[in-house]
């Protein structure tokens, strides 16, 4: 989704209905929407908020195929949810100003984590034009040798696309293998 301006979700976050069809639009745009029985995309909205099909008459949730059903609450909390954790509100302060649990919150977070991690995984993104490589040694403290010859520390090997990604990652150690293998990984 693209980042929504606040007026805009001022004015969606007005009824429940328009936050509905607001998030139920996004739904078909990406992902489109069928019967989970009959596979037809032929549907009315029923006054409970779910669908009903119109081949085989069977009663399913607009959004049983996507994150939202992993989550039982209103589509404006969705959105409100979605703009919190976009703006970085930790999930006990999201909770307080939404009147929602904080086991509630959390997951909420949860969950647009993981949407964001499986996007980023499909994308078939390479790596371009300069790139730079380097691994960095981390530790609590500063005792023992430091850089290449540090016992106990983490090592952190880290990729660049000059004016692009940026991606890390924790190695075992620094040997060409592990660090080709990471490179590979990478893009």
């Not at 669908?51 to 609450?73: G, M, V, W």
Request: charged share 30%; proline share 2%; with cysteine.
């Amino acid at each position: 989704m693209d980042i929504m301006e606040l007026h805009q979700l001022v004015s969606l976050c007005r009824s429940e209905t328009d936050a509905f069809e607001y998030l139920f639009k996004k739904k078909k745009e990406l992902i489109g929407n069928s019967c989970p029985r009959c596979k037809s995309q032929e549907f009315y909205l029923m006054s409970s908020g779910r669908l009903r099909c119109r081949r085989c008459k069977a009663d399913y949730n607009p959004f049983n195929d996507t994150s939202f059903s992993e989550l039982r609450i209103s589509c404006v909390s969705w959105l409100l949810l979605i703009k919190l954790f976009e703006l970085e509100i930790s999930a006990r302060k999201a909770g307080i100003q939404l009147g929602l649990s904080y086991p509630t919150t959390l997951k909420g977070f949860d969950i647009l984590r993981s949407v964001i991690l499986r996007e980023l995984s499909r994308s078939d993104e390479v790596l371009r034009g300069e790139i730079e490589a380097d691994e960095s040694y981390f530790s609590g403290k500063r005792k023992g040798k430091r850089g290449r010859g540090a016992g106990g520390k983490t090592i952190v090997f880290g990729i660049l696309e000059r004016g692009g990604k940026v991606a890390v990652d924790i190695v075992k150690d620094v040997s060409a293998e592990t660090l080709i293998h990471e490179t590979v990984t990478k893009k």
